[in-house]
């Protein structure tokens, strides 16, 4: 393989046929990019205190908002997953906790860490924050419905977290909710638990709704001049495709809460078979569970993806920008990621392996989600080969992108063999699974989330987080997670159930009490550990050094604000005109090693840049 | 819009077209506004949400156990002691599709600035709703009367009442809402706010014409839904 960079494949940045959108109109000027087609955006300022930092209309505050409000529920969550391995590695310090406490907080923390944390996080939050600026619009084109959003799950997280302190406590039936037992008498919370749990599931259905239409027009219609789809950011194309998910997801869990509610409040009997308890026939009869299940993993699936694709996005940018060169294969990456979000639509039924399915229907669905694999692995092989001869930076963000690569593909391959149905029977509902999910779409997305509060916090902030510190929080999580989740691959192998409170006088009793004191010390750390990150960001934005704008010397449009950092309106007088796409590092000829998206063919008429 | 001119972008039929609109910068869909975009895609999302129930209504009218009453016998209305089934359900479909009709022309006169009528057929299109939504309270207050709940009804599979509650309830949810803001509209349209520019009491914008055929794609869309439920459950 030569070091030299073949010319051929390089063009000279001359005409701009791409530019003009129609093919036979070819303007000679260079740097001609179409009039605007839309008028500029009619912006409601705040005058007050509570419109500005409460009721706000800026999609950049509300993503804030969503930020702060998803990372709390987190903590709650995280809090959660250590009172559980308190009572899995250290019984006997946990005698305050009885076996209905253990079940509720499997179930919240499962709940709370899938949709309340990581699908707030990364559409409420990112999603808010970064649209905007990325695609060039001044703000949502709904900044109204935008705020009611935010509101909406809010009320949601309220709603959750009110569960805790009702008589009987929240619901203990599994995140998954599966009826019959979710609703009947002997679960935890069976009373006004899984009410409350369902009706915030409702109200977050109808704020993401909200909020997912201003992103989806935003994106399509509120581009600014020269953005083109193939131009926008990987990340914009991640948060795009997991919304289209959301959107055409979130019904099913909606339909599903509410059958389950009318089941729980007014007797009805969709989910409800004829049940027998202690020799009585109970009111319901003649409902599916099975439907529920088909209901719930519609949603279930695809939301994997929705958490899965921003963070895709998102590493694909941090990735280019610290590694100094263009994300390999834009255009592929574009399309696995909308593939991805295609398929994810007809592989529920994995899920449901062992429900009783009839085997053909397990081997189409065998099939689908075997399929998953191809894009997914495109994509790992276009972060590696963007890290290739890179002119890397092993910065913190740098180190949490390496540390997602890392464990998505660990959590990858453990999907592999858990999308096999006969595979799959052995290894369901053991540790397998929880060490498969929790790499895959726990910790890989979380490494993510990292690594974006690192890169773009000197903007959302104005003020550099401490690199040292970063990299401790790093170092510590990423080792301490695979200290976690390694392990529990071989606990699900030698058959260890999932969700049990105590493994009573089974032979695990013995074999797994090292293990799993072991798995509970690494959890305690790396929970611990996540709070160096709350203070460096305390630390740095009372004595933190004052960022400069642009300090990654990224080219995407969000670094390129009139201010820093940016003003309601975004851009200023004028919204920027985009000339290419934001990939252009180190390109051969050039003056830096970046060019923003913002430079007209015209400055760098010298320089082999490509033609996006 | 065919006539529509974007500056310096030709707009061509077809797959061609739909191609060239997509690789273009700023808009996918050409000329169309954000609020007409926003609810194809949330009627979209809505069609995902009556698609849910509708199947699950499928599966659960297909997986009882006990037989399902006879629809045509529940559902029809006694005129002179004969019973004439569907009556009432015809009455209601017959005046749901009317007020789509009126909707249509209350579009075209806004498109037109003839303000009076485009706020009359609103207007009619308002009590057309009232009334669909008032005679499904009959019919509900009947079926009640007879003894169908959610948990049970005489006839067969508690089933029955347990789906046609939920999703009529739920449709009638849509209708009235569509009812609520077709109120609103028609003040804003007779009171002026769209020729004097007047912002919006919550989001603080300002309205359009457009935005009557926005709450008419909404009203549209809750008038097919019905023609499946009509379907669905009055048919089958």
Redesign the interface.
Known sequence: MSDEYDNNKSYQAQSSEV???????INPDMDY??????PEQ?L?HAHSFIEKWIFCQDAKVIGVQYFLTAVFTGIVGLILSWLMRLQLGFPELAGFMTAEHYYQFVTMHGMIMVVYFLTALFLGGFGNYLIPLMVGARDM??P??NMLSFWMFFVAVAVLMASFFVPGGPTGAGWTLYPPQTILEGTPGSGTGILLMLISLSLFVIGF?MG??NY??TI????????????MPLTVWGIFTATVLA??A???L???A??MT?DKV?????FMP?ILKAGEVL?Y????PI?FQH?FW?FGHPEVYIVALPAFGIVSDLISVHARKNIFGYRMMVWAIVGIGGLSFFVWAHHMYVSGMNPWFGFFFATTTLIIAVPTAMKVYNWILTLWRGNIRINTVMLWCLGFIVTFVNGGITGIFLGNVSVDVPLSDTYFVVAHFHMVMGIAPLMVIMGAVYHWFPLVAGKMLSETLGKWHFWITFLGAYSIYFPMHYLGFIGVPRRYFEMYDSPYMTSTVGMNEFISVAAFIVGAAQFILVFNIIKTLKTGKKAEQNPWKANSLEWYTSTVPPEHGNFGERLPV?HRWPYDFSVPGAKDDFIPQTTAPSEVANTEVEKT | MSEQK?????L?PGFKGMA?D???????????H??K??MW??L???T??F???LI?YM??RG????DWPNTSEVFSLYVGGVPVPLLLIAIMTFVLITSSGTMALAVKYGYEKNRKMCGWLILATAVGGLTFVGMQVFEWSKLIHEGVR??GNPFG???F???FF?ITG?HGFHVSIGVIFLFIYTYKVFAGHYESKKRGW?????GDYVEIEILGLYWHFVDLVWVFIFAFFYLW
């Open positions: 530019l003009d959108g129609s093919a036979g109109s990019v179409r009039p605007a087609e839309i009619d409601y084109v709904f109204y419905v709704t997912g239409l989806m027009i399509l219609q509120a581009r600014t001049r020269g953005m083109t789809l193939m131009r959107m055409l979130f019904p099913a909606l339909v599903s509410i059958m009318l007014l007797q009805t009997s969709f004829t009111e009869g003649g409902g599916s439907l209901l519609f985009v | 974007i500056d310096g972008f030709e061509k060239s997509t690789g273009s910068d700023q808009t996918m869909f050409k000329g169309v954000w609020g975009a926003m895609i949330f979209l999302s809505d995902f949400v698609s849910c129930f699950s599966k659960g997986s009882t156990i006990v959610p948990w599979a508690a089933q009442g347990s789906f939920m739920f919550f989001t603080k914008m300002k």
